[in-house]
């Protein structure tokens, strides 16, 4: 008989009840036709492609076609080969960095300074009318950003990113909290604060050029500034009541489920959560750090799932993807490094990070034997096999079978099996006589750098009497 495998990460805070979970893996719909109507593939790998100061790599912008990263306390060109040459300083500490360019200048933010980068140097905002900046935002020539700690937010002056005038601001004022991101979308500019959120757009009036909308006060906070990014024609951002939302016109629409809610609901900190976006091979993804509890969940807009992430150092698991930030450049899709300053190149045909494993693992929906003892005499996966490199780690790559008959609470012993050296596609995945439960978890994991695509599982069990 053919049984469910996972296909998200969905673990409730009743670990008998589902402990599902997806971690480095992520479900992809199949065609009619196809063998399963939906497999499981590996997550995107990653390949370093330049050393960048000392790290952290703290964000990424892309100008006029050419790449600059803030790492540590400096800020940096790299050029396509991976060369890197630093063009001033930025504080070390401060929290998110934030870019935005006019063509010519970048707009750098690190609350609550503001700095001017251009391809040859880091200058700092000294305007007197400057009254810090806590993030940033461009739209219609002007750079916008919000006064730290306060409702206000102000534009530079026209393609000048220099000049402020201490005039040229306005006020959040549907709710009195403060402004925590300032964000533009579809040519508008969305303002994030504690408790609510205000869509601005540019009504070109003499005084100054931006309005409110009308009918557009979103009553539901952010509880991270950092949290928001926008993808699929929409926006995302970690709510105030700390539920996932995309937004859907002016409203905002929950894309959490139960689970991850109690998870999130259950961490101390999540004020520094982090967010970016990226699409791959049709893969529209919203990726969520919590960097504090050190956890990263994702969501798939193409399947409306959630799964979770996690890198590795020195074979022991982060608990969280290792990448912090993401921009496309010279052909690849790059993500910086959370504690190094590497930045990597993402691949879908990558099936490590670096020289550190990628583990991918599947926790199964449990298997009920609706209160009676039942037997369970073998279990095959059908997944692709002779995927075998032709040397080293992987050529004779296997996969990792556990269980556990209460819950999740305790596993079995490992037991591997081969998924087939290169070459070899006939090879057959599976286990026999796995004793008896009356109600089991099946976990997989394959950490072998290899290619792993799952398309169903099946069991024979045989049900008891008692």
């Excluded at 791959?280 to 050190?294: I, K, W």
């Excluded at 996966?381 to 032709?390: H, I, Q």
């Excluded at 009356?438 to 008692?466: F, H, K």
Aim: hydrophobic letters at 40%; one cysteine or more; glycine letters at 10%.
């Amino acid at each position: 008989m053919r049984i469910p495998i996972a296909s998200k990460s969905a673990p409730s805070r009743s670990r008998a009840l589902s402990a599902e979970r997806a971690v480095n893996m992520a479900a992809e719909i199949q065609q009619e036709g196809a063998k399963s109507p939906v497999a499981l593939f590996s997550a995107p790998g990653l390949t370093s492609f330049a050393s960048v100061g000392s790290g952290p790599i703290r964000g990424m912008h892309v100008m006029d076609g050419v790449l600059y990263v803030a790492s540590g306390g400096g800020v940096y060109k790299v050029l396509s080969d991976g060369t890197a040459t630093l063009l001033g300083a930025i504080p070390v500490d401060g929290g998110p960095v934030y870019m935005v360019d006019n063509g010519a200048q970048i707009f750098l933010v690190v609350n609550p300074d503001g700095y001017i980068v251009t391809p040859l140097a880091v200058t700092a905002i000294t305007d007197y009318d400057f009254p810090g900046a806590a993030s940033c935002a461009y739209l219609d020539g002007y750079g916008i950003f919000n006064d730290p700690d306060t409702g206000r937010f102000y534009i530079t002056g026209l393609l000048d990113f220099s000049t402020v005038d201490a005039l040229d601001f306005a006020s959040a004022e549907s709710s009195p909290d403060d402004i925590l991101r300032v964000f533009v979308d579809h040519r508008e500019i969305w303002l994030f604060g504690s408790d609510s959120i205000e869509v601005w757009v540019n009504t070109g009036a003499a005084d100054f050029p931006f309005e409110r909308q009308t009918g557009t006060v979103l009553e539901r906070g952010t509880a991270s500034g950092a949290s928001v990014a926008k993808m699929d024609s929409s926006v995302f951002w970690l709510g105030d009541d700390r539920i996932v939302y995309r937004a859907q016109g002016y409203q905002p629409a929950r894309i959490s489920t139960h689970p991850l809610e109690q998870a999130i609901a259950g961490y101390s900190t999540i004020s520094d959560a982090e967010a970016f976006t990226y699409t791959l091979d049709g893969h529209a993804c919203y990726v969520l750090t919590f960097p504090t509890e050190g956890a990263t969940w994702v969501y798939d807009a193409s399947t409306q799932q959630w799964h979770e992430r996690d890198s590795r150092s020195s074979d022991v698991s982060l608990g969280r993807w290792r990448a912090s930030s993401y921009t496309s450049c010279y052909g690849k899709h790059l993500v910086g490094d959370y504690a190094t300053g590497t930045v990597w190149e993402m691949s879908p045909f990558v099936y490590a990070e670096g020289d550190e494993d990628l583990v991918r693992t599947i926790q199964f929906p449990p298997l009920y034997a609706e209160g009676k003892r039942a037997f369970m005499s073998s279990l095959g996966v059908d997944m692709e096999v002779g995927v075998g490199l032709s040397s080293g780690q992987g050529s004779a790559p296997q996969i990792m079978l556990q269980w556990s008959d209460d819950g999740g609470n305790t596993w079995s012993n490992e037991h591997w099996r081969d998924v087939g050296g290169i070459g070899t596609y006939r090879t057959r995945v599976s286990w026999e006589r796995l004793g008896s439960f009356r109600q089991r978890t099946i976990r997989l994991s394959v950490s072998d750098p290899v290619r792993c695509v799952i398309y169903s599982a099946q069991a024979e069990i045989v049900g008891g009497s008692s």
